[in-house]
């Protein structure tokens, strides 16, 4: 599957912005386990925040509880970020991602959507 993310943008610290994420040929993403990832400048990509199937299972970075939320469309074929409480620190390249099955790695990336955070 090939994904497109898109949402992000210039935001004031404090702010929120919500990210999308869906295919590029507009299937659904049912029976896709999601996730979200960033990467900063200068730093690796880490984990922000994933979904299962099932939309009752999210899990997230210490970094961003309490902060973002991952929900799905109730079709299953756009995914979402929504980030409260945006500071410089989470400023970074936010991808989205895909798999099949929870004990494999993410194996389908979006190309990436700038979410810059201004003090």
């Known amino acids: 599957v090939q994904l497109q993310a898109s949402g992000g943008g210039l935001v004031q610290a404090g702010g929120s912005l919500r990210l999308s994420c869906a295919a590029a040929?507009?299937?659904?993403?049912?029976?896709?386990?999601m996730g979200w990832f960033r990467q900063a400048p200068g730093k690796e990509r880490e984990f922000v925040g994933a979904?299962?199937?099932?939309?009752?299972?999210?899990y997230y970075a210490d970094s961003v509880k309490g902060r973002f939320t991952i929900s799905r469309d109730n079709a299953k074929i756009t995914l979402y970020l929504e980030m409260n409480s945006l500071n410089p620190e989470d400023t970074a390249v936010y991808y989205c991602?895909?798999?099949?099955?929870?004990?494999?790695?993410?194996?389908?990336w979006g190309q990436g959507t700038l979410v810059t955070v201004s003090s």
């Open positions: 991602a895909a798999k099949r099955s929870a004990n494999v790695p993410f194996g389908y």
């Open positions: 040929d507009g299937r659904t993403l049912d029976y896709w386990r």
């Open positions: 979904i299962g199937w099932s939309t009752a299972l999210t």
